[in-house]
Each structure stands twice: as C-alpha cells, then as structure tokens.
Nanobody, 117 residues
C-alpha cells in the first residue's frame, strides 16, 4: 500500500489546509490510517487516525481543529486542518497499518505544512 501524500503548503495563521494521501493497491480498506507530523528537533507525533470502521482519534493539540476522513472507493485518507497555528508547522506523514497484522505498515513521503504568523 505505497502512500502518496499531498496538499501541504504555506498558509497564514488562522487558515485551512486539506491534506490527502492516496494509497495504491487493493488493500486500502483493510488498513487503519493515520496522519503524523514531525517538526525540526521533535519526534514524530500522531495527529489523527481513523480505523477501518471509521472510528477516529485526535491529538489534544488538534482536537476541534482537525478532521480525518477516508474514502475507500478512492483509496484516499484526508486531513482537514482549520484555524492553523504556527505550531502546526511540520512535515506531515500518512501511515497505514494493516488491521489484521500491525507488523505490516507503510509510510508516505511527507508533505510540508508551514504556517506563517
């Protein structure tokens, strides 16, 4: 399930972005999907995740500002980010974990999000 993330860019504080991550292959719907981010000097952290059944979870730092969703027909997971803050600046990565075997996981290449204050 190689992953291709897109949608990052430069946005002003208070603005919005929608990140997309397209998976190749036929097993997308069998994977729990997640968005992570990493800023310089910091560890990669979970932003949001969505299960195969559509259950979602969010980091406290983005609750109320982020929405993760998936479209299994398009093999795509989205992350809508609103009310962006400078601290949201990071490289955002999508992640897929096979629900039946958590040893099988994939990472996308990352997309840069820069929020200017």
């Amino acid at each position: 399930v190689p992953l291709q993330a897109s949608g990052g860019g430069l946005v002003q504080a208070g603005g919005s972005l929608r990140l997309s991550c397209v998976a190749s292959g036929s097993m997308f719907s069998s994977n729990n999907m997640g968005w992570y981010r990493q800023s310089p000097g910091n560890q990669r952290e979970l932003v949001a995740r969505i299960t195969t059944r559509g259950g979602t979870a969010y980091a406290d730092s983005v609750k109320g500002r982020a929405t993760i969703s998936r479209d299994n027909a398009k093999n795509t997971v989205y992350l809508q980010m609103n009310s962006l803050k400078s601290e949201d600046t990071a490289v955002y990565y999508c992640n897929a974990v096979r629900s039946s075997n958590t040893n099988i996981q994939y990472w996308g290449q990352g997309t840069q999000v820069t929020v200017s204050s």
